[in-house]
């Protein structure tokens, strides 16, 4: 706890959401490794995160598990994130749901698919994808991050590469599926713990010249 204690919230951006913002990359990561790890003959080029999590994985609680965190650190985020417009705080508490949804509706088996599953999924990847249109602040004061131009470039960017990755996880010939949705999902995750570090470092900046 020392390193959080070193981190003092600021009125935009509670303890709680910088906990979050710390914790999310990493464990977004650290799920489908160790999973994978525990499971001989998994690939991870060609097979999916949600494999890992299906009710036919050897692996499925310790996938799900990470899914669970994921989901809770999103709800987190969402509500101690307060520096975000109201409407991208209410995108990201969704996509945690979401991602509960996605864990709760399990593929199950390795060979088939299951349409709760999929419905939940894309519905993350989308809200995931749109939070920081959402979450832009028109005040001229605010950091770049969270204005106009840094709130609809990003969305841009990842609603691009969400299509791009759901259209490779819909077509079964596609031999890279695993890696495609690694980058994309990690991508989502970074992105928003580095906007709430890096409004959370632009409000200490400005209380500390005050």
């Known amino acids: 706890m020392t390193a959080f204690i070193a981190l003092p919230a600021t009125a935009g951006i509670g ?49 799900s598990s990470f899914f669970i965190l994921g989901g809770t650190l999103s709800l987190l985020g969402a509500w101690q994130a307060r520096a975000l417009a109201l409407p991208g705080r209410i995108v990201i ?9 996605l864990t709760i509706f399990a593929t199950p088996t390795q060979a088939t698919s299951s349409l709760w599953h999929r419905v939940f999924a894309i519905i ?4 995931m994808s749109a939070w920081p249109l959402f979450s832009i602040r ?21 609603t ?11 077509d079964p010939a596609q031999p890279l599926v695993g890696l495609w949705e690694r980058a994309i999902a990690v991508g989502q ?15 200490r900046t400005l209380a500390e010249t005050i």
């Open 15 to 63: 303890r709680l959401a910088l906990i979050a913002a710390i914790i999310g990359p990493a464990q977004s990561v650290a799920g489908w490794l160790i999973a994978g790890a525990m499971w001989p003959g998994y690939d991870p080029m060609t097979q999916t995160i949600s494999d890992l999590a299906a009710d036919d994985s050897p692996v499925k609680w310790v996938q």
């Open 93 to 101: 508490f969704v996509a945690g749901l979401t991602t509960y949804g």
């Open 124 to 127: 993350t990847f989308v809200l």
């Open 138 to 158: 028109r005040d001229r004061s605010r950091p770049w991050v969270i204005r106009p131009a840094g709130g609809i470039t990003a969305t841009l960017v990842f």
């Open 160 to 170: 691009v590469a969400s299509v791009a990755f759901l259209s490779v996880w819909t």
């Open 189 to 203: 995750v970074a992105y928003l713990s580095f906007v709430i570090l890096v409004v959370w470092r632009s409000e």
